[in-house]
Structures are given as C-alpha cells and as structure tokens.
C-alpha cells in the first residue's frame, strides 16, 4: 500500500485464505481469481502476489473503495481489473471473463466505509444515518427507514438482521421519539436514543456498544446484503472451473448460516463437489487481539468437482 494511503487496512484471516488457495491451486500453471468483496484490494494484493500467474477481477458497489484499490493495484497491470457492481450480479459483473478457478468473498464493512464518519455506518463517529454502501445508486437511507416510525416494522428489522434482542424496546423508543417531534438524522442521534432507551443495567450485560446491533440491522436491510448473498451463492457454480474454490469470510450468524447450508446443499442434495471447511476457520488470538474486526470472523470454503 502506498505510503500516504488514508486507511490503515489488514485483511481479516488472510493467512488462513491463502493457506486454502494454495492447497488447492497447487500446480496450476494460472489462476483465475474473483475478489467479490475488493474493499480497499487486500486479498486481490494477496493473490497476485501469491500466484505470480494470478489474473484477478475484483468487484465493488462502492466507487471509492474501488478507486482506491485500482490505485493501489495498478502497479500489476493487465493482471488485475475491477468492475462496479454488486456482487449479487456476478453474471453481469463477469459476462464474457469466466470461468474461474476461485472466488473470494470478505462480506464485512471495510476499514474505509467505518473510518468516514459521513457514510454512516460507525456507531462510534457521527455523520448522516446513509449506510448505503452505494449511495450514487440511490435508494432509502437509514435514517428514511426509521422515518417512517412503524415500531412493529423497525422491531423486525432490529431482530431479523441484528439479532437484538431488546429490538421492540428500541423500536418503540424510536416511533415515541419521531411522534414527539424528535429527529434522527445523525449517527450520534440514533446512538443516544438507543443509550437513553436502554437502561444502565441492561446495557451493561449487552457485551458490546449497545447500539451495535441495531447499526448491524440497518446497514444489512438498507443494502439488502442477505438478498445480494443468498443471489452471488446462486450464480457461483456456473461461473467455477471444475477443481475451482470458493473461499466465504462472514461476521455474523445470519450470513454464516446462509453459507454453510449452501455449502451443505452443494455438496449433499446438488453432487456439485465438497466442503473443505467441517467446522468454520477461526482467526487465532493474536490476530483477535491485533485486529478488532477478525473477533467475530468465520471462514468456510467449499471445491467444485471431483
């Protein structure tokens, strides 16, 4: 990475990646790679560096964090290539390249989106409620969902996308405090709602920022993440070589479970090939310790064909 870039940036259970990749790539004379997540382009570096005949494609919806990759990458040349899209359109975002031999998916929130207060997504930073991961798409932002003040509607999403369990307590908080006259425009908005909502004891026993899971619950609802997952799991085995990998890093049990019963489903009912990974990969206590993101990450991996 250059030396003035903005971000700092390490790819969560990177090793444990590359360790899959070069198992199963072993003695293949080229590679031809899927970064499905590009972020700010670790696991792309990683790869092209890794396999020197390595070509890689990496997909983004986000233009700045594509734009920082193609930056940071385009000392590879023609060995490297990004498209904005969404990975829920891999056909689309790979019509006319494919087939491939491995797909890579980090399907967290890059160090890059949560350092910019103004896109939303950090309970730890104010700025606008947006999380949209492409805002010049357009579509509702988080504070348009909770504008509507629907306590039962916002109860289900807290619920359904962030697990949390006090989700009709903050829902209800929410519609009281929009039919006062209150606004929610802001990070720092919703997340004092939430601390006044919620009271000392119980927030306590949360074992986490108390607003952790609603900003979790949005952020999936507003870009449709569990859609676009269960989607790019849809289109993957067309567009794989036989012998090809895919390689899935999650971050909560909702994306975890999609994964690992497609996987499952692949390998079982579909005779498509089979899992590599029984039980998920699980980064090690000094990255946990190092790396703040990697503490909830679970890596599975699944090879086409015989």
């Known amino acids: 990475m250059a030396a003035d870039a903005p971000y700092t940036h390490e790819p969560v259970l990177l090793e444990e990646v590359l360790s899959v990749l070069r198992a199963e790539m072993d003695g293949r004379a080229s590679v031809r790679a899927v970064d499905g997540t590009l972020g700010l382009g670790g696991y792309?570096?990683?790869?092209?560096?890794t396999f020197p005949g390595a070509e890689v494609v990496g997909i983004d919806r986000d233009l700045e964090a594509l734009g920082f990759a193609q930056a940071r990458l385009e000392g590879f040349g023609s060995r490297f290539s990004a498209v904005h899209a969404n990975f829920?359109?891999?056909?689309g975002a790979l019509e006319g390249r494919g087939p491939f031999d491995v797909f890579v998916f980090d399907l967290g929130v890059s160090n890059m989106q949560l350092s910019e207060g103004e896109r939303g997504f950090s309970f730890q930073k104010d700025?606008?409620?947006?999380?949209?991961?492409?805002?010049?798409?357009?579509?509702?932002?988080?504070?348009?969902?909770?504008?509507?003040?629907?306590?039962?509607?916002?109860a289900r999403i807290f619920w359904e996308y962030?697990?949390?369990?006090?989700s009709r307590r903050i829902a209800a908080c929410v519609e009281e405090h929009l039919r006062r006259g209150g606004r929610l425009e802001t990070t720092g908005d919703l997340t004092a709602l939430i601390r006044g909502c919620?009271?000392?004891?119980?927030?306590?026993?949360?074992?986490?920022?108390?607003?952790?899971?609603?900003?979790?619950?949005?952020?999936?609802?507003?870009?449709?993440?569990?859609?676009?997952?269960?989607?790019?799991?849809?289109?993957?085995?067309?567009?794989?070589?036989?012998?090809?990998?895919a390689v899935i890093v999650s971050y909560h049990s909702l994306e975890d479970r999609m994964v690992k019963?497609?996987?499952?489903?692949?390998?079982?009912?579909?005779?498509?090939?089979?899992?590599?990974?029984?039980?998920?990969i699980l980064p090690g206590e000094e990255e946990r310790a190092r790396n703040y993101k990697a503490r909830s990450a679970k890596l599975r991996a699944f090879r086409f064909g015989a």
């Open 127 to 154: 700025g606008p409620l947006d999380m949209r991961m492409n805002p010049q798409g357009g579509g509702p932002t988080a504070a348009d969902v909770l504008a509507q003040g629907d306590a039962k509607k916002l």
């Open 198 to 245: 919620l009271p000392e004891p119980v927030q306590r026993k949360m074992g986490g920022h108390p607003a952790r899971r609603v900003f979790q619950a949005l952020r999936i609802f507003v870009n449709d993440e569990l859609g676009e997952l269960d989607s790019m799991l849809g289109q993957i085995p067309a567009l794989t070589q036989p012998g090809g990998v």
């Open 162 to 166: 962030g697990e949390e369990r006090h």
């Open 261 to 280: 019963h497609r996987f499952r489903a692949w390998e079982k009912e579909e005779g498509l090939g089979r899992v590599l990974t029984r039980h998920p």
């Open 88 to 91: 829920g359109d891999l056909r």
């Open 44 to 49: 792309s570096e990683a790869m092209l560096r």
